[in-house]
């Protein structure tokens, strides 16, 4: 049974059969096509934390690919008005694939090892590699396939910065991440990164100058993550320095494109003119969720378009 609870489970060659699928649905639904590949393939959504882009662009997905989603939320009790485990085990007995959107990664670890059917993490306090996944195909669309670049990470070493960092090392891409003492990842994850992908650049500095210096690509995201609200006033004043602003941005190369998995906070991890402005893909990447998440399910059901 395979499940992708972080980009640790994916090899390169699969990332690259996603975005082949991801490239051939999303060119068909330009023309006006949304072939039923999945025809009568339940969705499940286990969700308990707040969501938009994750939440939609995964119903839209499988509702284009001819099947059909449920959405699951505090009510059904997932391990509280029964057991992770029984949930899983009876869950997986009734649907194809389950999203799953958990407080803590390694309750949706336990969740997995319990169900029968794939499980996607659709973001737990460590990883959210479907964010990472649009984010990789969204940087080959706007930067035309380069074979190697720099992707600099403004902020806090969370877990869309994780799945970055896995992401960049699967694609040959180096990956350095400029972060205030107390929030950078963690020695050892870079350790397992460069385990993982033999000659992976994954970096971890201090200087979100020095990040961005030859980078093609500049990311950032919230200063506190959902669970992290009350510390919210303290990370902003750790973090001013590490706004994404104007005099940041030409830093970087010319043709740099700005990246944010949203939601966003204009005028704190970054100004509104960087984020409304022309070097901006934040919505490019949104809108590449629903496709690659389309060729993820295409994938991992078993039907390769
Ligand atoms: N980027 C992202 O995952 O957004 P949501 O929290 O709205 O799903
Ligand atoms: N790091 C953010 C990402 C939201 C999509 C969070 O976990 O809240």
């Given at each position: 049974?395979?499940?992708?609870?972080?980009?640790?489970?994916?090899?390169?060659?699969?990332?690259?059969?996603?975005?082949?699928?991801?490239?051939?649905?999303?060119?068909?639904?330009?023309?006006?096509?949304?072939?039923?590949?999945?025809?009568?393939?339940?969705?499940?959504?286990?969700?308990?934390?707040?969501?938009?882009?994750?939440?939609?662009?995964?119903?839209?997905?499988?509702?284009?690919?001819?099947?059909?989603?449920?959405?699951?939320?505090?009510?059904v009790?997932?391990?509280?008005?029964?057991?992770?485990?029984?949930?899983?085990?009876?869950?997986?007995?009734?649907?194809?694939?389950?999203?799953?959107?958990?407080?803590?990664?390694?309750?949706?670890?336990?969740f997995?090892?319990?169900?029968?059917?794939s499980?996607?993490?659709?973001?737990?306090?460590?990883?959210?590699?479907?964010?990472?996944?649009?984010?990789?195909?969204?940087?080959?669309?706007?930067?035309?396939?380069?074979?190697?670049?720099?992707?600099?990470?403004?902020?806090?070493?969370?877990?869309?910065?994780?799945?970055?960092?896995?992401?960049?090392?699967?694609?040959?891409?180096?990956?350095?991440?400029?972060?205030?003492?107390?929030?950078?990842?963690?020695?050892s994850?870079?350790?397992?990164?460069?385990?993982?992908?033999?000659?992976?650049?994954?970096?971890?500095?201090?200087?979100?100058?020095e990040?961005?210096?030859?980078?093609?690509?500049?990311?950032?995201?919230?200063?506190?993550?959902?669970?992290?609200?009350?510390?919210?006033?303290?990370?902003?004043?750790?973090?001013?320095?590490?706004?994404?602003?104007?005099?940041?941005?030409?830093?970087?190369?010319?043709?740099?494109?700005?990246?944010?998995?949203?939601?966003?906070?204009?005028?704190?991890?970054?100004?509104?003119?960087?984020?409304?402005?022309?070097?901006?893909?934040?919505?490019?990447?949104?809108?590449n969720?629903?496709?690659?998440?389309?060729?993820?399910?295409?994938?991992?059901?078993?039907?390769?378009?």
């Amino acid at each position: 049974m395979r499940h992708l609870l972080t980009l640790f489970d994916l090899q390169p060659m699969e990332l690259e059969a996603i975005f082949t699928i991801t490239r051939d649905l999303k060119e068909k639904f330009a023309a006006g096509l949304r072939e039923p590949i999945l025809p009568g393939r339940v969705l499940a959504m286990l969700f308990e934390r707040p969501s938009l882009r994750t939440r939609v662009s995964f119903e839209a997905a499988i509702l284009q690919l001819g099947g059909g989603s449920l959405f699951l939320g505090e009510d059904v009790g997932f391990g509280s008005r029964e057991s992770v485990e029984d949930c899983g085990r009876v869950l997986g007995q009734f649907v194809d694939v389950i999203v799953s959107r958990t407080r803590e990664h390694q309750r949706l670890v336990e969740f997995a090892s319990h169900c029968a059917c794939s499980v996607i993490n659709g973001l737990s306090e460590q990883a959210h590699p479907c964010q990472a996944l649009a984010d990789l195909y969204t940087i080959r669309e706007q930067l035309g396939g380069l074979k190697s670049l720099r992707l600099a990470w403004i902020g806090d070493g969370n877990n869309v910065a994780r799945s970055l960092a896995v992401g960049c090392a699967k694609m040959g891409y180096s990956f350095v991440a400029a972060s205030p003492p107390g929030y950078q990842l963690e020695a050892s994850f870079l350790e397992e990164v460069r385990e993982a992908v033999p000659g992976a650049e994954v970096e971890q500095i201090a200087d979100p100058r020095e990040a961005v210096e030859g980078a093609e690509v500049i990311y950032t995201d919230v200063w506190a993550s959902m669970g992290q609200e009350a510390e919210k006033q303290a990370r902003a004043a750790t973090f001013a320095a590490y706004q994404v602003n104007n005099q940041l941005m030409t830093r970087a190369l010319k043709q740099s494109i700005f990246m944010h998995c949203m939601p966003a906070h204009r005028d704190m991890e970054v100004t509104a003119e960087v984020l409304d402005g022309p070097q901006s893909v934040v919505l490019e990447q949104a809108a590449n969720r629903m496709h690659v998440q389309k060729g993820l399910l295409a994938w991992l059901l078993g039907k390769r378009a």
